[in-house]
């Protein structure tokens, strides 16, 4: 088994669409994601599990029910499973997401934003 | 429930010691630890999990029994459970330690680098 680093500058060099979360790296039964986001994303939550967003580059905006989480480049959150979210980013965003493998990216709704899981980069 | 976000420069701030894991974040019970490491930690493994090392800032070696893992700024690494490891930074470097809640950051070994575990800043 051969063990390697993961430079996520040159992985992200390698995503050419929005909203569609790729596989860098797996841990266990999680998976490092990455995305790149631009425009608004849909309300949805995720039932089983809580995910976390940590933003690489550019901002992001997560809107909840009752407020709003803004993030910047080394800013991180974790929502709660269960909490319906909707991510938005006014300009071209990087960001991973940390959670388990198989986590659909609309959660509870399939919409044409809905995309195939574990594809790896 | 308040949801915040985190930001992890600030959290570094907060970190005095070296090879001294400091929670900031939970996920399901996996969890998002902060540190500052600077020398020679000690050869050591985990048998129950995998272990990610995300560098944020300076350089970080991962001696393995076989081969060596350098890792940068925005480079990461998932080092399979039972895999023997040694980190070492020639200057100061500061690393996001991604794993499940509990994980004794010495493993199998018991030194006087051993740490209390789920200490949050």
Redesign the interface.
């Known amino acids: 088994?051969k063990?390697?680093?993961?430079?996520?500058?040159q992985k992200f060099k390698k995503i050419n669409d929005f909203w569609s979360p790729k596989v860098i790296?797996?841990?266990?039964d999680?998976q490092?994601k990455l995305a790149k986001v631009k425009g608004e994303f849909i309300w949805h939550h995720h039932d089983s599990?809580?995910?976390?967003f940590f933003v690489?580059k550019g901002n992001l905006l997560i809107e909840?029910k009752d407020?709003k989480?803004?993030?910047g480049p080394?800013?991180?959150?974790?929502?709660?499973?269960g909490?319906e979210h909707k991510p938005y980013a006014k300009d071209e965003c990087e960001i991973m997401l940390?959670?388990?493998k198989n986590v659909k990216n609309t959660g509870n709704i399939s919409s044409e934003l809905t995309v195939e899981n574990d594809h790896w980069i």
């Open positions: 088994m063990i390697n680093q993961i430079n996520i500058n790296a797996q841990m266990n999680y490092f599990t809580d995910e976390t690489i909840l407020s989480i803004k993030l080394g800013e991180l959150v974790v929502i709660p499973k909490i940390i959670e388990p």
